[in-house]
């Protein structure tokens, strides 16, 4: 079946515009969840989706993000006045449960460069 | 503040060579899980070790947990070129079993033909 998806996978922006990813993960996975992987480095945890619950937004950087998804489905991270230190690829991961038992697939990411 | 340090950052090997990957923390976690990483794409996982002490075997590579549940390691016996690519180590954070991962900041391997 259908992996995850996310659109676009490459998006330059200049700095201080707004910039909207998405992400479309497995069908019937409840949970969602959004990283950031700066160059060379490890994932970073941003925000988490479990079905209608309110979302974990613990990891968000700044009150420049922001994530929403609908009901079970697609799901878009938004980042206003994009800053260069925003810079990094965006990854969304998806999993039938919440709860690190269940293993957490990956979509290829979306690659941000802010000029 | 949960950390994963990982050892070494880069490693490049002739291929047939052996090679392990550290992963390190000053924290308990309840598991942790290795996943590698290709250029354009996302992590994938590997395996998930639970058990202090517990080791796993898939095909050439060996993953242990330490007793203490602290730290992990990742070795692959005769690598070959496929086996090129980023290797991270990631644990749970946060209260209540979530998913939330914190992830090492990852170990590049290069195998030469």
């Known amino acids: 079946g259908a992996g995850v998806s996310q659109s676009p996978s490459n998006k330059v922006t200049e700095k201080g515009k707004d910039v909207e990813l998405r992400c479309d993960p497995i069908s019937g996975h409840t949970a969602l969840y959004w990283y950031r992987q700066r160059l060379g480095q490890g994932l970073e945890f941003l925000i988490y989706f479990q079905g209608n619950s309110a979302p974990d937004k613990s990891g968000l950087p700044s009150d420049r993000f922001s994530a929403e998804r609908t009901g079970e489905s697609v799901s878009t991270l938004t980042i206003q006045r994009t800053q260069q230190e925003d810079s990094a690829v965006y990854l969304c991961?998806?999993?039938?449960?919440?709860?690190?038992?269940?293993?957490?697939?990956f979509g290829p990411g979306t690659r941000l460069t802010v000029t | 503040t949960q950390l994963l340090e990982q050892s070494p950052q880069f490693l490049s090997i002739q291929e047939g060579e052996n090679l392990t990957v550290y992963c390190n923390s000053s924290s308990v976690f309840s598991s942790l899980q290795w996943y590698r990483q290709e250029p354009g794409e996302g992590p994938v996982l590997l395996v998930t070790?639970?058990?202090?002490?517990e080791v796993k075997k898939l095909k050439r590579l060996t993953f242990q947990f330490g007793d203490a549940r602290k730290d992990s390691s990742l070795h692959i016996t005769a690598a070959q070129p496929g086996d090129t690519g980023l290797y991270l180590c990631?644990?749970?954070?946060?209260?209540?079993?979530?998913?939330?991962?914190?992830f090492g900041q990852g170990t590049t391997l290069q195998v030469k033909p």
């Open positions: 990631a644990g749970p954070i946060g209260s209540g079993n979530t998913g939330k991962l914190i």
């Open positions: 991961a998806s999993s039938l449960a919440s709860g690190s038992q269940y293993e957490q697939y």
């Open positions: 070790v639970v058990t202090g002490g």
